[in-house]
């Protein structure tokens, strides 16, 4: 099993705060994908990065694959009540995209 | 509505009965990925098809789960003799063909087993 491991868990912040959260692994993977999952939804792709050291912006999400493909980060500036949800890091090997547990971000208004 | 659609979207079924799942792939989409999420796990990957076969099954249990998609027709992740541990949410991805970086999803199927 590949694992993916998110930190941090849970995060709780003040709108307009920025935050980093990281999907780490030991294993290389040939694309990284990161979704955004609500409440009784399925997750919402965001970005796929598929070269090591890839850096995608996407508005004020910045994603990072690292330079081994063995992790990447997600940060957000400015973070505003609707970034609220649960971030998936997901790894793709050969057939199967392997997911991490999870980034539960609320952002208090 | 293009994306990904499952059906039904809740699930009430007792102990010892089947579920049937169903999942109609995003258009022109003929690869489907099924997973299960628990509470406070992250998505566990099942099964793997594409139009009449299966590519990779190396999630799925080993008894009472089973899974199609037949050439017409949506996907189908079958739960034979449900137990209370069945209980999750199940969502289909689809992506446009093998080794895709990328995987759309449905708004998954929540099955509770009374």
């Known amino acids: 099993t590949q694992l993916l491991e998110q930190s941090p868990q849970f995060l709780s912040i003040q709108e307009g705060e920025n935050l980093t959260v990281y999907c780490n692994s030991s294993s290389v993977f040939s694309s990284l994908q990161w979704y955004r999952q609500e409440p009784g939804e399925g997750p919402v792709l965001l970005v796929t990065v598929v070269t090591g050291g890839e850096v995608k912006k996407l508005k004020r999400l910045t994603f990072q694959f690292g330079d081994a493909r063995k992790d990447s980060s997600l940060h957000i500036t400015a973070a505003q009540p609707g970034d609220t949800g649960l971030y998936l890091c997901a790894g793709r090997s050969g057939n199967q995209f392997y997911f991490g547990t999870g980034t539960s971000l609320t952002v208090i208004p | 509505n293009a994306g990904v659609m499952q059906n039904p979207r809740h699930l009430v079924r007792r102990r010892g009965q089947e579920a049937r799942l169903r999942c109609s792939p995003m258009k022109g989409h003929s690869h489907v990925y099924w997973y299960r999420q628990l509470p406070e796990e992250g998505l566990k990957f099942m099964v793997y098809?594409?139009?009449?076969?299966?590519?990779?099954e190396s999630g799925m249990p080993k008894e009472r789960f089973s899974a199609e998609f037949p050439k017409e027709g949506p996907s189908i992740l079958r739960i034979q003799q449900v137990v209370r541990g069945d209980s999750a949410a199940y969502f289909c991805?689809?992506?446009?063909?093998?080794?895709?970086?990328?995987?759309?999803f449905g708004p998954g199927t929540r099955l509770t087993v009374t």
């Open positions: 098809l594409q139009k009449e076969n299966i590519i990779d």
């Open positions: 991805a689809s992506s446009n063909r093998q080794g895709a970086y990328e995987q759309y």
